[in-house]
T-cell receptor, first 117, second 113 residues
Framework: EAQVTQNPRYLITVTGKKLTVTCSQN?????MSWYRQDPGLGLRQIYY???????DKGDVPEGYKVSRKEKRNFPLILESPSPNQTSLYFC????????????????FGEGSWLTVV | GENVEQHPSTLSVQEGDSAVIKCTYS??????FPWYKQELGKRPQLIID?????GEKKDQRIAVTLNKTAKHFSLHITETQPEDSAVYFC????????????FGAGTRLAVHP
């Protein structure tokens, strides 16, 4: 079964305590990304990765880091979490299809609820 | 800059009525427009998408229309049912980034029996 798996699903942490949210996909997708979802703001992209060792900033990268050492894994790292990073986080993956007439279905993980106090 | 505006933010309909959600986008080179449905506490899931070379696509009770000249696209749900109640997100793929989707802010649809 095609899956994007992220952990933890729920986490309450304190300001400044480093944390990592893991993400793994089993579809051999090249492209992976992280989004945060906040009320009234929709889904905003944090970072994305085109392939192993290739990552780039999305629209809201401040306060986050990522790495892509293996194709299937794309962890999100909060080095020093702050309360404004309290949010619902989604990892996503898709295959890289060439050409403007090809669609790109993005598969989302189940989400990670993060609260920073 | 890159932007997708979605309206309305909330929509309440009676079961059996139709629902329409509209989105406008800023990049005239955008070429792919998916719609995602997010049920309470769950992940967004793709329900329908349309590419820039077609003007309309239907899948049972849902349809999407695209007006490239006006840079807007719409989701149409006919014969709504209570299980259609969810948050719906539109998105547009922008030409400047690899598989970069910009999402609208979402529409919370409530279908009342």
């Amino acid at each position: 079964e095609a899956q994007v798996t992220q952990n933890p699903r729920y986490l309450i942490t304190v300001t400044g305590k480093k944390l990592t949210v893991t993400c793994s996909q089993n579809m051999n997708h090249e492209y992976m990304s992280w989004y945060r979802q906040d009320p009234g703001l929709g889904l905003r992209q944090i970072y994305y990765s085109m392939n192993v060792e290739v990552t780039d900033k999305g629209d809201v990268p401040e306060g986050y880091k990522v790495s892509r050492k293996e194709k299937r894994n794309f962890p999100l790292i909060l080095e020093s979490p702050s309360p404004n990073q309290t949010s619902l986080y989604f990892c996503a993956s898709s295959s890289q299809l060439p050409g403007p007439t090809s669609g790109n279905t993005i598969y989302f993980g189940e989400g990670s609820w993060l609260t920073v106090v | 800059g890159e932007n997708v505006e979605q309206h309305p933010s909330t929509l309440s309909v009676q079961e059996g009525d139709s629902a329409v959600i509209k989105c406008t986008y800023s990049d005239s080179a955008s070429n792919y427009f998916p719609w995602y449905k997010q049920e309470l506490g769950k992940r967004p899931q793709l329900i329908i998408d349309i590419r820039s070379n077609v003007g309309e696509k239907k899948d049972q009770r849902i349809a999407v229309t695209l007006n490239k000249t006006a840079k807007h696209f719409s989701l149409h749900i006919t014969e709504t049912q209570p299980e259609d109640s969810a948050v719906y997100f539109c998105a547009a793929r922008f030409s400047g980034g690899y598989n970069k989707l910009i999402f609208g802010a979402g529409t919370r649809l409530a279908v009342h029996p």
